[in-house]
Nanobody, 126 residues
Framework: QVQLVESGGGLVQTGGSLRLSCVVS????????RYWFRQAPGKEREFVAA????????FYADSGRCRFTISRYNAKNTMYLQMNSLKPEDTAVYYC???????????????????WGKGTLVTVSS
């Protein structure tokens, strides 16, 4: 079975940095994108960033653009999210997800994802 495991969450102060990791195991995909989503208490799950695995092309939500960097380490099937200049508004559970379709038009709806991790909590204090 396909398994996604996130790590790297924690408690940081405003302006601090964290690097999240996501390792995918149990499956091989010829064409797909990997995503980071986040969900704060009482809010809907929202898109953060994505990377097309075969090309390395990246996509960002406005909320993280210029502060977050998504990257891939193909040799270890690992995706990272480097988060800098963190704000209290970034507090959420961060989820790794996979979309196997990799359409030309980026779709950011959670319902379009094929696989999900269980999440890692990021808390940014004031």
């Amino acid at each position: 079975q396909v398994q996604l495991v996130e790590s790297g969450g924690g408690l940081v102060q405003t302006g601090g940095s964290l690097r999240l990791s996501c390792v995918v195991s149990g499956g091989t995909f010829s064409s797909y994108r990997r995503y980071w989503f986040r969900q704060a208490p009482g809010k809907e799950r929202e898109f953060v960033a994505a990377v097309t695995w075969s090309t390395g092309k990246t996509f960002y939500a406005d909320s993280g653009r210029c502060r977050f960097t998504i990257s891939r380490y193909n040799a270890k099937n690992t995706m990272y999210l480097q988060m800098n200049s963190l704000k209290p508004e970034d507090t959420a559970v961060y989820y790794c997800a996979v979309d196997t379709s990799a359409l030309a038009v980026l779709t950011t709806a959670p319902g379009d994802m094929d696989y999900w991790g269980k999440g890692t909590l990021v808390t940014v204090s004031s």
